[in-house]
């Protein structure tokens, strides 16, 4: 186990827990394992009160919603270890109110709260300790501070408490923040100096927006248009304090030109703004912003997925330029409260991700002044595909002959998957449920193709059947030779087995990565042949729609870290930093496809016909190797590795798209059809030998 320290931050005694292992698990001794039921050690033989039945119920739900949508095991005898569902940062509770009562029962060594989740996990020295916890707290209603709100905690014991040590995120390139760039008199000066209730000259030149209060000096921004009307110059320029402040800013070098626009936004706990990039062609590179009156953190996000809260201190100036600036998105996520480190550290720069040192931060009234220098020629920045000076906004061509597409998918698919196996492989080990329902519904026997199939995570779903693998990969074939299962190298176009020889085939992610409609109507055809008269297949592709019946597919409400594979997007833009996209085989840049858009990770599909980034973590190797983990690095650059991104090419499918291409084929019937966490699915059931199959014969 880790080496517990405890340290003091203001009246609030904050424990971390610090395991010597990258991503290992706290181990949690388990003593006197009992079968019995959560809640059985000590009432075995004593009659329920029905209330103590209505707790236990409460807490069995928790306990299994908890391994539904989380995948945390509960157990049954005592540990040293508890969730705590109801009591995390997702619910409004704090690191410094949850240890207190956790400390009510015994000595706690470790208080683990992931970031916006509804639970705890809390570990203690000793399991009478815990035991102790387990019988106090479930069913304990806890007002929470600051709030009228209460809670009612329910506790599980738990054999394992996931972690992962994680290393200091880097701010964005080209972000800087600077603390107490005025002092408390001066920031009462510039606070007084608004006038919210003064009439304007220049109609809205002032607005009161609908999450925020908004007022504009120098030139007007239009929200309209997200621009500014760079020939209606608002009268009085800026206000003298600011000049004051600007001449600082330039005499310090934080800004290399006097910004001539100011926007100040007044945002009320509780209100934010969406994620933006200010627009490319209405202001020049540099633009700063002062925070007064509060703190707060700002989110940014990379268009790979990655995201960095930031700390912005009360007083603080931020200053973007750059790839942070041009690239980078940034908002500020309407809610009262925002997850910071516990420990002194949070007061500026990137928010760790560490679980041991989370905590709540009560918001107050802000108030930021935004300047920018307005641009007044076109835009010539290095991030032309987010940049309106730059980038057509005409309609993709796509492949306009078979040999075109080909080539793209030599370039965006095969090679790719040949790089990126290792990982890809290491992401790819739990089958979906109703491709193993499909599986385990055919006969004793059966014999199945399963084309596409990647790492072979369906190949040994049922040890009933005779399954052969097909993928155009060589290194994926090669783990599952690794894995002893049947495979071989092979096209989904021209599948080398006998006509008619399958009672089954499973195409499962495949044939989205095909760049024209006739080729993915080929590769069904190819499957339709391998079967036999009254053989089925079952087809998956990924769906344009990835939010269906009001739910959010997985793909979506998946965090970014969750995942060992992250798909990232527009490698371009990692030249700079720890990132940088390469093209496979020989490890130079890969370029972007000109006419594909490039996806933005874990969001809506805006194209059909995309390309969607892989990023291989930590140079992971072609082929699935054991990971040996290794203590975090005592200097936090040393723990900056360049990663590899990789752009993979995909046709995502509207609904009722594969049913229609399907109908095409004459000989088959689609015998079920459905949408399963953002892919649509079709179960195909062949009736007869095809003219070319009888032909054959």
């Known amino acids: 186990m880790g080496i517990v320290d405890k340290e003091l931050h203001g009246n609030c005694s904050r424990l971390c827990l610090f395991p010597p292992q990258h991503g290992c698990l706290l181990d949690v001794a388990s003593h006197d394992i009992f079968n019995m039921e959560l809640g059985s050690v000590r009432k075995s033989n004593q009659k329920l009160s029905k209330t103590e039945k209505k707790l236990r119920q409460k807490q069995v739900k928790a306990r299994n919603t908890l391994l539904r949508h989380e995948g945390i095991e509960c157990v049954s005898s005592p540990t040293k270890s508890l969730v705590?569902?109801?009591?995390?940062?997702?619910?409004?509770?704090?690191?410094?109110?949850?240890?207190?009562?956790?400390?009510?029962?015994?000595?706690?060594?470790?208080?683990?709260?992931?970031?916006?989740?509804?639970?705890?996990?809390?570990?203690?020295g000793?399991?009478?300790?815990?035991?102790?916890?387990?019988?106090?707290?479930?069913?304990?209603?806890?007002?929470?501070?600051?709030?009228?709100?209460?809670?009612?905690?329910?506790?599980?014991?738990?054999?394992?408490?996931?972690?992962?040590?994680?290393?200091?995120?880097?701010?964005?390139?080209?972000?800087?923040?600077?603390?107490?760039?005025?002092?408390?008199?001066?920031?009462?000066r510039l606070l007084e100096s608004i006038d919210w209730a003064e009439d304007e000259v220049i109609p809205n030149a002032q607005k009161s927006l609908k999450h925020r209060r908004v007022k504009h000096f120098g030139y007007e921004f239009r929200y309209d248009n997200n621009n500014v009307d760079r020939d209606k110059p608002l009268p009085g320029g800026l206000p003298d304090l600011c000049n004051v402040l600007l001449a600082k800013c330039l005499k310090l070098g934080y800004i290399k030109e006097k910004p001539d626009q100011l926007t100040i936004n007044q945002y009320e706990p509780g209100q934010g703004i969406p994620p933006h990039i200010d627009t490319h062609s209405a202001f020049e590179d540099e633009i700063i912003s002062l925070s007064l009156g509060a703190e707060i953190v700002m989110d940014f996000k990379h268009p790979d997925g990655q995201e960095v809260a930031v700390m912005l201190p009360q007083r603080s100036l931020l200053?973007?330029?750059?790839?942070?600036?041009?690239?980078?998105?940034?908002?500020?996520?309407?809610?009262?409260?925002?997850?910071?480190?516990?420990?002194?550290?949070?007061?500026?720069?990137?928010?760790?991700?560490?679980?041991?040192?989370?905590?709540?931060?009560?918001?107050?009234?802000?108030?930021?002044?935004?300047?920018?220098?307005?641009?007044?020629?076109?835009?010539?920045?290095?991030?032309?595909?987010?940049?309106?000076?730059?980038?057509?906004?005409?309609?993709?061509?796509?492949?306009?002959?078979?040999?075109?597409?080909?080539?793209?998918?030599?370039?965006?698919?095969?090679?790719?998957?040949?790089?990126?196996?290792?990982?890809?492989?290491?992401?790819?080990?739990?089958?979906?449920?109703?491709?193993?329902?499909?599986?385990?519904?055919?006969?004793?026997?059966?014999?199945?193709?399963?084309?596409?199939?990647?790492?072979?995570?369906?190949?040994?779903?049922?040890?009933?059947?005779?399954?052969?693998?097909?993928?155009?990969?060589?290194?994926?074939?090669?783990?599952?030779?690794?894995?002893?299962?049947?495979?071989?190298?092979?096209?989904?176009?021209?599948?080398?087995?006998?006509?008619?020889?399958?009672?089954?085939?499973?195409?499962?992610a495949v044939i989205h990565h095909f760049a024209t409609a006739e080729r993915r109507l080929a590769t069904l055809c190819e499957l339709v042949r391998l079967l036999r008269p009254g053989g089925r297949a079952l087809v998956y592709?990924?769906?344009?729609?990835?939010?269906?019946?009001?739910?959010?597919?997985?793909?979506?409400?998946?965090?970014?870290?969750?995942?060992?594979?992250?798909?990232?997007?527009?490698?371009?833009?990692?030249?700079?930093?720890?990132?940088?996209?390469?093209?496979?085989?020989?490890?130079?840049?890969?370029?972007?496809?000109?006419?594909?858009?490039?996806?933005?990770?874990?969001?809506?599909f805006d194209s059909q016909d995309l390309l969607v980034p892989w990023h291989l973590k930590d140079g992971s190797k072609k082929k699935a190797?054991?990971?040996?983990?290794?203590?975090?690095?005592?200097?936090?650059?040393?723990?900056?590795?360049?990663?590899?991104?990789?752009?993979?090419?995909?046709?995502?499918?509207?609904e009722g798209e594969l049913e229609q291409v399907c109908k095409s084929l004459g000989c088959i019937k689609a015998i079920e059809s459905y949408y399963d966490q953002g892919n649509w699915c079709v179960v195909l059931e062949k009736q007869y030998l095809s003219p070319r199959e009888t032909r054959g014969l």
Request: charged share 25%; proline share 7%; with cysteine.
């Open 84 to 124: 705590i569902a109801n009591g995390g940062l997702g619910n409004g509770i704090g690191r410094c109110q949850l240890l207190s009562i956790a400390e009510e029962c015994g000595s706690v060594e470790a208080l683990l709260m992931p970031p916006n989740k509804p639970y705890s996990f809390v570990k203690y």
């Open 541 to 604: 592709v990924w769906a344009m729609e990835q939010e269906y019946n009001k739910q959010k597919s997985k793909y979506l409400k998946e965090k970014r870290a969750s995942r060992g594979g992250m798909e990232e997007t527009n490698g371009d833009a990692y030249e700079s930093g720890c990132q940088r996209s390469v093209h496979p085989s020989n490890g130079t840049k890969q370029e972007i496809h000109p006419k594909l858009p490039v996806h933005t990770n874990r969001t809506s």
């Open 625 to 654: 190797e054991p990971t040996k983990s290794q203590p975090p690095p005592s200097n936090p650059a040393d723990s900056c590795e360049p990663s590899h991104v990789f752009h993979r090419y995909y046709h995502v499918f509207c």
């Open 319 to 508: 200053v973007m330029s750059g790839e942070s600036r041009y690239l980078w998105t940034h908002g500020i996520t309407p809610r009262k409260f925002d997850i910071v480190q516990a420990s002194g550290e949070w007061k500026v720069g990137a928010v760790s991700a560490d679980i041991g040192d989370l905590t709540l931060n009560k918001r107050g009234k802000r108030t930021s002044f935004t300047f920018r220098k307005v641009r007044r020629s076109p835009c010539s920045c290095a991030y032309p595909s987010v940049c309106d000076s730059q980038r057509r906004d005409t309609a993709p061509s796509f492949p306009a002959s078979d040999s075109e597409a080909s080539k793209l998918e030599e370039k965006y698919v095969h090679e790719v998957y040949e790089e990126i196996a290792g990982h890809f492989s290491n992401t790819r080990h739990s089958p979906w449920p109703r491709v193993v329902e499909f599986l385990r519904g055919l006969p004793c026997g059966a014999v199945v193709a399963d084309v596409g199939c990647g790492n072979g995570k369906y190949l040994g779903v049922s040890k009933d059947l005779f399954m052969l693998g097909c993928d155009r990969s060589k290194n994926l074939v090669d783990i599952c030779g690794q894995k002893g299962f049947q495979a071989f190298v092979g096209d989904a176009l021209s599948v080398p087995i006998r006509s008619g020889s399958c009672d089954a085939c499973v195409s499962i």
């Open 126 to 188: 000793l399991i009478e300790d815990c035991q102790q916890a387990y019988d106090t707290l479930n069913g304990k209603e806890v007002m929470l501070e600051d709030s009228s709100q209460g809670i009612v905690l329910y506790v599980n014991f738990v054999g394992k408490v996931p972690w992962e040590v994680t290393t200091p995120t880097a701010l964005p390139p080209g972000l800087r923040v600077i603390e107490d760039l005025v002092s408390p008199e001066e920031e009462r």
